[in-house]
C-alpha cells in the first residue's frame, strides 16, 4: 500500500503566490514562508470582494484507534468542490507535536486529500505554536519575577491560576514545584505545564477579532489571587504589550494547498476534548471573505468540537454554518458495537448494528442545533456492500442524507457524491439555537451539555469543582458560556464506555477560569490538559533520510 509520505512526494505544488491570485487575495497581504506557504495580513480581511461565502463544517462521530477521517474528509470534500468548479476554500486547524510525536501522528489528511507541505505543517510549520508557547511563559515567568522582587501586588503564591505551556506529551511536567535551588534560583511554589493547544493564549488568539480584541483579550487574563482573595489580572504586570510582539506573525492565518491545489487557510489549534478545539475565526472569516464555500472542522466527536463551535464560536463570532457533515466509518461503528481492533477487516453485521447507536446519538446532536446533517461514511477497502448498506439504511430511516466517500484513495473524485449532497442539504437548515442561555446558572449550563450532548442522566460536582463555582460568581464571571473538557473516547466522562452510553452521571472536579478566552473551563472525569506519551510513540518510527524527507510522520 502506498503511504501518505510516498503519495505526498508525488506532489506538483502551484506556487503560493497563484493560490492567492485563485482567491483573489492582492499580493501586498502575502507574506511567504518559501515557495509552498505563506502569512495572510490581517489587512485582508478589509478588501471588500463582495462574497460571503456558505460555511460547511465537518465533524465526527465519537473517535476510535481505527481513526475516523474527519481532517481527510474535510480536505477530500474541498478537492471535490474544486471538481466541481465551485469557488472554496479550506479553515483547518493546525497540528500539535505533541501528539504528532505521540500516538495520533500526523494531522494533514491522508492519502490524496492531504494538506501540504504536510511534513513542515506537522512539525514546525510557521511557528505559531512557539510564538504562543512563548508568550504564555513570558507571563509565567514575569509572574515568579515579581514575587522574585518584592511582590509588591501581594499575589498568593498558593492560588496562582496561570500555568506553562509546551508543544509536547510530558506527563511528568503536569504537577512539579518552581523555584528549587536557593534564594537566588526564585520562590518555591507547585506549578505545572499544559500543552500548548490547551494554552488559553490559543483560545483567545483562535477567538479574537483583530489585534485590538486580542490585546483587550490577555489584559484580562485572570493569573491568580491576592492574600486578601482579590482577582490579580495579567494587565497589572505591565507585559501584554511584549505578549503582542511574541503574537504579531501568528495573528495572520497560514496559506497552503492541498494535493489537487485547493486553497486552505490553517490557524489555529486542535483538542476539543481539552480546549475549545476550533480554528481562528480570522482564518474562518478570510475564508468566506475569498470563496463562496468555506469548509472549516471541529473535533473530537459533535458532542465536544462541534458542541463548542456553535455555542462559543459561532455565538462569539456571529457565525452560523449553512451545512454540517458527519463523518463515520464502518470500522468505528463495529468498535462501538463491541468489535476488537484486531478483527476490524472482517464482516460484522451484529456489531456494526450494535455501534450505529454512537451514530444515532451524534446525528440527534446535530438537529439538536437546528441543522440537517449529512453523514459521510468515509470507506476502507474492507467494507463489505452488506455493512456499507446497513448504514445508509439507517440514515434513511432516520431522515438524514447519506454519501459514502473514497476520497483518501481517490482525491476529490472520491468524494463527489458527498459534496453534492452537502450542496443540497444547504435549504434543509434553519439558524442554530445555542444548547443554553448564557443568563443561566453555571451548573445548569453543564446540565444542558451533559444531558443534550452526551446524553447523561445528572451531573455531579466534586468539593473542588464547588469552590471554584464561588470564585466564578464573586467575579461576576456566570454569564460566560461553557467550555468542557471531557475524555474523546466516549459520550460519558468515562473513556471505556463506547457506544451509546446510558444511566450515567458526569462528575465535574474542577472549573478554570479563562476570562480573557471568554469561557469557563469544564474539567470532568479524569481528563487531563498534558498528555503522555504511550509506550510505542510514534517518535520511535520516525527517520530522517540522506534525501531529507521524513520518514514515519503520519
Same mark, same amino acid.
Given at each position: 500500500?502506498?503511504?501518505?509520505?510516498?503519495?505526498?512526494?508525488?506532489?506538483?505544488?502551484?506556487?503560493?503566490?497563484?493560490?492567492?491570485?485563485?482567491?483573489?487575495?492582492?499580493?501586498?497581504?502575502?507574506?511567504?514562508?518559501?515557495?509552498?506557504?505563506?502569512?495572510?495580513?490581517?489587512?485582508?480581511?478589509?478588501?471588500?470582494?463582495?462574497?460571503?461565502?456558505?460555511?460547511?463544517?465537518?465533524?465526527?462521530?465519537?473517535?476510535?484507534?481505527?481513526?475516523?477521517?474527519?481532517?481527510?474528509?474535510?480536505?477530500?470534500?474541498?478537492?471535490?468542490?474544486?471538481?466541481?468548479?465551485?469557488?472554496?476554500?479550506?479553515?483547518?486547524?493546525?497540528?500539535?507535536?505533541?501528539?504528532?510525536?505521540?500516538?495520533?501522528?500526523?494531522?494533514?489528511?491522508?492519502?490524496?486529500?492531504?494538506?501540504?507541505?504536510?511534513?513542515?505543517?506537522?512539525?514546525?510549520?510557521?511557528?505559531?505554536?512557539?510564538?504562543?508557547?512563548?508568550?504564555?511563559?513570558?507571563?509565567?515567568?514575569?509572574? *515568579?519575577?515579581?514575587?522574585?522582587?518584592?511582590?509588591?501586588?501581594?499575589?498568593?503564591?498558593?492560588?496562582?491560576?496561570?500555568?506553562?505551556?509546551?508543544?509536547?506529551?510530558?506527563?511528568?511536567?503536569?504537577?512539579?514545584?518552581?523555584?528549587?535551588?536557593?534564594?537566588?534560583?526564585?520562590?518555591?511554589?507547585?506549578?505545572?505545564?499544559?500543552?500548548?493547544?490547551?494554552?488559553?493564549?490559543?483560545?483567545?488568539?483562535?477567538?479574537?477579532?483583530?489585534?485590538?480584541?486580542?490585546?483587550?483579550?490577555?489584559?484580562?487574563?485572570?493569573?491568580?489571587?491576592?492574600?486578601?482573595?482579590?482577582?490579580?489580572?495579567?494587565?497589572?504586570?505591565?507585559?501584554?504589550?511584549?505578549?503582542?510582539?511574541?503574537?504579531?506573525?501568528?495573528?495572520?492565518?497560514?496559506? &497552503?494547498?492541498?494535493?489537487?491545489?485547493?486553497?486552505?487557510?490553517?490557524?489555529?489549534?486542535?483538542?476539543?476534548?481539552?480546549?475549545?478545539?476550533?480554528?481562528?475565526?480570522?482564518?474562518?472569516?478570510?475564508?468566506?471573505?475569498?470563496?463562496?464555500?468555506?469548509?472549516?472542522?471541529?473535533?473530537?466527536?459533535?458532542?465536544?468540537?462541534?458542541?463548542?463551535?456553535?455555542?462559543?464560536?459561532?455565538?462569539?463570532?456571529?457565525?452560523?454554518?449553512?451545512? &454540517?457533515?458527519?463523518?463515520?466509518?464502518?470500522?468505528?461503528?463495529?468498535?462501538?458495537?463491541?468489535?476488537?481492533?484486531?478483527?476490524?477487516?472482517?464482516?460484522?453485521?451484529?456489531?456494526?448494528?450494535?455501534?450505529?447507536?454512537?451514530?444515532?446519538?451524534?446525528?440527534?446532536?446535530?438537529?439538536?442545533?437546528?441543522?440537517?446533517?449529512?453523514?459521510?461514511?468515509?470507506?476502507?477497502?474492507?467494507?463489505?456492500?452488506?455493512?456499507?448498506?446497513?448504514?445508509?439504511?439507517?440514515?434513511?430511516?432516520?431522515?438524514?442524507?447519506?454519501?459514502?466517500?473514497?476520497?483518501?484513495?481517490?482525491?476529490?473524485?472520491?468524494?463527489?457524491?458527498?459534496?453534492?449532497?452537502?450542496?443540497?442539504?444547504?435549504?434543509?437548515?434553519?439558524?442554530?439555537?445555542?444548547?443554553?442561555?448564557?443568563?443561566?446558572?453555571?451548573?445548569?449550563?453543564?446540565?444542558?451539555?451533559?444531558?443534550?450532548?452526551?446524553?447523561?442522566? *445528572? @451531573?455531579?460536582?466534586?468539593? *473542588?469543582?464547588?469552590?471554584?463555582?464561588?470564585?466564578?460568581?464573586?467575579?461576576?464571571?456566570?454569564?460566560?458560556?461553557?467550555?468542557?473538557?471531557?475524555?474523546?473516547?466516549?459520550?460519558? *466522562?468515562?473513556?471505556?464506555?463506547?457506544?451509546?452510553?446510558?444511566?450515567?452521571?458526569?462528575? @465535574?472536579?474542577?472549573?478554570?477560569?479563562?476570562?480573557?478566552?471568554?469561557?469557563?473551563?469544564?474539567?470532568?472525569?479524569?481528563?487531563?490538559?498534558?498528555?503522555?506519551?504511550?509506550?510505542?510513540?510514534?517518535?520511535?518510527?520516525?527517520?530522517?533520510?540522506?534525501?531529507?524527507?521524513?520518514?514515519?510522520?503520519?
Amino acid at each position: 500500500m502506498t503511504t501518505d509520505v510516498e503519495i505526498a512526494q508525488q506532489f506538483k505544488p502551484r506556487p503560493i503566490t497563484e493560490i492567492a491570485e485563485q482567491l483573489g487575495i492582492d499580493a501586498e497581504y502575502l507574506h511567504p514562508y518559501g515557495r509552498d506557504i505563506a502569512k495572510i495580513d490581517l489587512r485582508a480581511l478589509q478588501q471588500k470582494n463582495g462574497r460571503k461565502g456558505r460555511l460547511i463544517l465537518v465533524s465526527a462521530t465519537t473517535p476510535t484507534p481505527s481513526g475516523e477521517g474527519k481532517t481527510t474528509t474535510t480536505i477530500g470534500l474541498g478537492q471535490a468542490f474544486t471538481r466541481l468548479n465551485e469557488s472554496v476554500c479550506l479553515a483547518l486547524r493546525e497540528p500539535s507535536l505533541g501528539p504528532c510525536l505521540g500516538m495520533k501522528g500526523g494531522a494533514t489528511g491522508g492519502g490524496y486529500s492531504q494538506i501540504m507541505p504536510a511534513d513542515r505543517i506537522n512539525l514546525h510549520f510557521t511557528g505559531d505554536f512557539h510564538a504562543i508557547t512563548s508568550a504564555n511563559n513570558l507571563l509565567s515567568a514575569t509572574i *515568579d519575577n515579581h514575587f522574585f522582587h518584592g511582590n509588591k501586588l501581594g499575589i498568593d503564591p498558593r492560588q496562582i491560576a496561570w500555568r506553562r505551556v509546551m508543544d509536547m506529551n510530558d506527563r511528568s511536567l503536569r504537577k512539579i514545584v518552581l523555584g528549587l535551588g536557593g534564594k537566588n534560583q526564585g520562590i518555591p511554589r507547585e506549578g505545572g505545564f499544559d500543552i500548548t493547544a490547551a494554552s488559553e493564549v490559543m483560545a483567545m488568539l483562535c477567538l479574537a477579532d483583530d489585534a485590538e480584541d486580542l490585546k483587550r483579550r490577555l489584559d484580562r487574563i485572570l493569573i491568580g489571587y491576592s492574600y486578601e482573595n482579590q482577582p490579580i489580572y495579567a494587565e497589572q504586570l505591565e507585559i501584554t504589550g511584549a505578549m503582542m510582539a511574541l503574537l504579531r506573525d501568528a495573528m495572520q492565518p497560514n496559506l &497552503v494547498q492541498s494535493f489537487e491545489g485547493t486553497p486552505a487557510l490553517v490557524h489555529g489549534g486542535p483538542f476539543a476534548n481539552i480546549a475549545h478545539g476550533c480554528n481562528s475565526v480570522i482564518a474562518t472569516r478570510m475564508a468566506m471573505n475569498y470563496a463562496d464555500w468555506a469548509i472549516t472542522e471541529a473535533g473530537f466527536g459533535f458532542d465536544l468540537g462541534a458542541e463548542k463551535f456553535f455555542d462559543i464560536k459561532c455565538r462569539i463570532a456571529g457565525l452560523d454554518p449553512d451545512a &454540517v457533515v458527519l463523518v463515520t466509518t464502518v470500522r468505528a461503528l463495529k468498535m462501538h458495537g463491541g468489535k476488537p481492533k484486531h478483527e476490524l477487516e472482517t464482516e460484522d453485521l451484529v456489531a456494526l448494528r450494535e455501534g450505529l447507536g454512537n451514530l444515532d446519538k451524534h446525528i440527534e446532536s446535530v438537529e439538536l442545533f437546528n441543522k440537517h446533517p449529512v453523514v459521510a461514511l468515509n470507506r476502507f477497502a474492507s467494507d463489505t456492500d452488506a455493512e456499507v448498506a446497513l448504514i445508509r439504511a439507517r440514515c434513511t430511516e432516520l431522515g438524514v442524507s447519506f454519501a459514502e466517500t473514497t476520497h483518501h484513495a481517490n482525491g476529490g473524485e472520491g468524494a463527489l457524491e458527498l459534496a453534492k449532497a452537502v450542496m443540497a442539504s444547504v435549504e434543509k437548515n434553519r439558524p442554530f439555537e445555542p444548547l443554553y442561555a448564557l443568563e443561566l446558572p453555571v451548573v445548569d449550563k453543564v446540565r444542558a451539555v451533559c444531558k443534550a450532548m452526551y446524553g447523561a442522566d *445528572d @451531573v455531579a460536582f466534586t468539593k *473542588d469543582a464547588e469552590r471554584d463555582l464561588k470564585h466564578v460568581e464573586q467575579l461576576g464571571l456566570t454569564g460566560l458560556p461553557i467550555c468542557v473538557a471531557k475524555a474523546p473516547s466516549s459520550l460519558s *466522562d468515562d473513556p471505556t464506555l463506547h457506544g451509546r452510553p446510558r444511566g450515567f452521571e458526569v462528575t @465535574v472536579r474542577q472549573i478554570q477560569i479563562n476570562a480573557g478566552a471568554g469561557f469557563l473551563v469544564i474539567l470532568t472525569g479524569d481528563i487531563l490538559r498534558m498528555p503522555g506519551l504511550p509506550k510505542h510513540p510514534a517518535a520511535n518510527r520516525m527517520r530522517l533520510l540522506d534525501n531529507g524527507i521524513i520518514e514515519g510522520l503520519g
